[in-house]
């Protein structure tokens, strides 16, 4: 018998992949993200409720500064999180995918505790796998990718043990 969840996500999914969802979801989400930290105790992000997710803290590329991102991660089965930088399908890379090739030393927030991570660029040899456990979590996940007409960006954080 299929998890509730497992079938929550598939109604949810082709939503996330409509013109009307890509273009009012960069400003919509991010909005309804800080309004959900209150009711988790800043322990999840509003995301998390149907996907695993985590806030992905980097330093700026050009500023230095401090940047939070509430993102979806994939487990990649090997104790490391996959993320993907699709921007909701837009013509540019999200500003975070900048800021882990600039600096790929970070930390996660995850269900409350913070981890620090090393972050990788996931070669053309390894894309197709990492779409493939991506999209059994997300169904046509990858849409994002097809329809932004640019390689979308895919990192692993592997988490650095002090």
Known sequence: MPRILDVVRTCIAPLT????FR?????????????F?????????????????????????KSGAPRDAPLMYTPDGHGSAIVAGTSFARERHPAWTANLLAHPDAAITVRG?????HASLIGDDE???AWNRIEAQWPGYRTYERTSGRKVRLFRLRLVRA
């Open 23 to 35: 273009h009012h979801g960069p400003r919509l989400m991010p909005v309804l993200e800080r309004a």
């Open 37 to 61: 930290v209150p009711f988790s105790g800043g322990r999840m992000p509003l995301s998390g409720l149907l996907v695993p997710s985590l806030v992905l803290h980097t330093t700026g590329a």
């Open 113 to 117: 505790t913070r981890m620090p991570v």
């Open 17 to 20: 992949r409509t013109r009307f």
């Open 127 to 129: 894309r197709e796998a």
